[in-house]
T-cell receptor, first 111, second 116 residues
Framework: GQQVMQIPQYQHVQEGEDFTTYCNSSTTLSNIQWYKQRPGGHPVFLIQLVKSGEVKKQKRLTFQFGEAKKNSSLHITATQTTDVGTYFCAGRIGSNYQLIWGAGTKLIIKP | DGGITQSPKYLFRKEGQNVTLSCEQNLNHDAMYWYRQDPGQGLRLIYYSQIVNDFQKGDIAEGYSVSREKKESFPLTVTSAQKNPTAFYLC???????????????FGPGTRLTVL
């Protein structure tokens, strides 16, 4: 079936370092969403990207949607302890009501 | 407060028993979803409903059943036919209308089911 591949599975960073997670789809996406799930919690919506080449920023977070609408990335600058959690991308194909979820990237801050 | 509630937060059942997980929303959303999450994995869609009295199978519907008799409620039954039911179950909803399928999903706090 259709899949959205997300890498890496884990990323260990020192507080203050940057973090990036990537999502790739073999199929063109109509839009892509990003969610954050804190440990023990539920996914919380961060943003939706719709346009080819779109870049959106939320404070230290930068989201990109590729020109071909098949890949996306989330970059966090100068990580803080509050950024800890798992970041998921979820893509939509056409007008399908389903989201296709990546496996998530877990951000771990080294002590 | 508007939101999605799931109860209970933790649920233990013996193997072979059916169990129903509750999901209620007061957001007036048309679409509702049930996902399963296993440790270290993403979300897998079990069932979804776009409107009252209608629902569709997701990727892993076998061993599960749902109903959508009211807009606010979308209960999930985990039957004894589900081979490995221990997991974290998440319910979500989304407003209808607009570009089909677009828009964020709002999640409930989840139910952690353990089958002994």
């Amino acid at each position: 079936g259709q899949q959205v591949m997300q890498i890496p599975q884990y990323q260990h960073v020192q507080e203050g370092e940057d973090f990036t997670t990537y999502c790739n789809s073999s199929t063109t996406l109509s839009n892509i969403q990003w969610y954050k799930q804190r440990p023990g919690g539920h996914p919380v919506f961060l943003i939706q990207l719709v346009k080819s080449g779109e870049v959106k920023k939320q404070k230290r977070l930068t989201f990109q949607f590729g020109e071909a609408k098949k890949n996306s990335s989330l970059h966090i600058t100068a990580t803080q302890t509050t950024d800890v959690g798992t970041y998921f991308c979820a893509g939509r194909i056409g007008s399908n009501y389903q989201l296709i979820w990546g496996a998530g990237t877990k951000l771990i801050i080294k002590p | 407060d508007g939101g999605i509630t799931q109860s209970p937060k933790y649920l233990f059942r013996k193997e072979g028993q059916n169990v129903t997980l509750s999901c209620e929303q007061n957001l007036n959303h048309d679409a509702m979803y049930w996902y399963r999450q296993d440790p270290g994995q993403g979300l897998r869609l079990i069932y979804y409903s776009q409107i009252v009295n209608d629902f569709q199978k997701g990727d892993i519907a076998e061993g599960y059943s749902v109903s959508r008799e009211k807009k606010e409620s979308f209960p999930l039954t985990v039957t004894s036919a589900q081979k490995n039911p221990t997991a974290f179950y998440l319910c979500a909803s989304r407003p209808g209308g607009g570009l089909a399928g677009a828009g964020e999903q709002f999640f409930g706090p989840g139910t952690r089911l353990t089958v002994l």
